[in-house]
Structures are given as structure tokens and as C-alpha cells.
């Protein structure tokens, strides 16, 4: 008996080796410092800017959720002891729905309604180029202005320099991976 090619089994090797490979938009992690220390205004500024917003709650036990301002980001308010000032630390979900800027512009204009001014802010880890460049071109313009132009508008405008020096060669991921170690 000759072995002889069988189209069915064919298939269902197929379809027992595919895979699916999954993926999704890079999340920034991204931190705004607030001038004061025990993180009241923080967390009230977290609780309106997040997407999920806050549950209120009845002295009777009843409870409703009102939604936040940006549906892209998770926040809340936390101390850092470290700095004495305290934060609201946000994921970035979606930074093409809500560029890092808008998440400032926001805490910045949240806290100034509670009489509290910011302390800069602070990216986690690494943040795509085109992130920068559009935060750079909203506190700049627009105009014949280089990368670099941009880059430094946007550490200046979102105050990323302010506690800890950021160094865009090394935090923006485009020239992280290009050794750019200017």
C-alpha cells in the first residue's frame, strides 16, 4: 500500500499549527507631579480625568458610576514621599486619541481649579517619537522647526526635566534603538 497525499489531512494540519498573534497600541505610562503633599487633589484629578471616572456612593448602600473625562486613560492619585509632592499616575491607553499634552493640559487645568500648581511630570519607561513631536508642535507651533525643535518643546512644555533630568536619547524609542546617545 502506497501512502498517497490526503487533501483533509492537509487541512487539519493547517488548522491545528496557525497561531494568532495579538497586539495593541502602545500604552504610556505617564506620571503629572502635584505641588502638595498628601495627594488630595491628586486623586480628584485622577478620578475625573479616568475613563471609568468615580462610583458614588449613598449613605443607603446605593451606588452609580459616572464616567470620566478621557476614555483612554486609567488614573489615580498617589504620594510620593521621595519628592514630598504627590501624582497622578496614568496609563496612557490610546496616545493617538489622547496625546500626553492633553493629559497635562488637563491635570494642569484641574489643578489650578483647587489652587495647587504641578511639579512637571514624568514618562515611564519609553515613548514613541511621534508622541513628542505632536506634544512638541502644541507647545511651539507650527513651523520650520527641526526634530530636536520639537523634542525640547515638548520636555519644556510637560515639564519632564523638572525632579529628574529627561534625556530623549535614551527615553525616546527611535533614537534609543539608534544608539543616539547625544
Known amino acids: 500500500s502506497s501512502v498517497g497525499f490526503d487533501p483533509s489531512l492537509s487541512i487539519q494540519i493547517l488548522i491545528f499549527s496557525m497561531s494568532w498573534i495579538g497586539s495593541r497600541d ?10 502638595e503633599t498628601d495627594a ?6 485622577g478620578s475625573i480625568i479616568r475613563g471609568s471616572g468615580r462610583l458614588i456612593k449613598q449613605e443607603n448602600g446605593e451606588k452609580m458610576r459616572v464616567r470620566g473625562m478621557v476614555q483612554e486613560i486609567q488614573g489615580m492619585g498617589v ?7 504627590s501624582q497622578v499616575s496614568m ?3 490610546d496616545v493617538d486619541k489622547c496625546p500626553i499634552h492633553k493629559a497635562f493640559e488637563i491635570c494642569k487645568s484641574l489643578a489650578k481649579d483647587h489652587a495647587v500648581s504641578l511639579k512637571g511630570s514624568e514618562l515611564v519607561g519609553l515613548v514613541p517619537l511621534k508622541s513628542m513631536l505632536e506634544t512638541g508642535r502644541w507647545y511651539l ?6 526634530e530636536e525643535d520639537y523634542v525640547d518643546a515638548a520636555i519644556n512644555g510637560l515639564g519632564l526635566s523638572e525632579i ?8 525616546i524609542i527611535e533614537w534609543a534603538m539608534a544608539g543616539d546617545d547625544n
Not at 40 to 45: D, G, S, T
Not at 164 to 171: G, L, M, Q, V
Open 40 to 45: 488630595v487633589v491628586a486623586k480628584k484629578i
Open 26 to 35: 502602545i500604552l504610556i505610562a505617564y506620571n503629572v507631579n502635584i505641588d
Open 79 to 85: 504620594i510620593l514621599e521621595t519628592h514630598s509632592i
Open 141 to 146: 507651533g507650527e513651523g520650520n522647526y527641526s
Open 91 to 93: 496609563n496612557i491607553l
Open 164 to 171: 529628574e533630568t529627561f534625556n530623549p536619547h535614551n527615553r
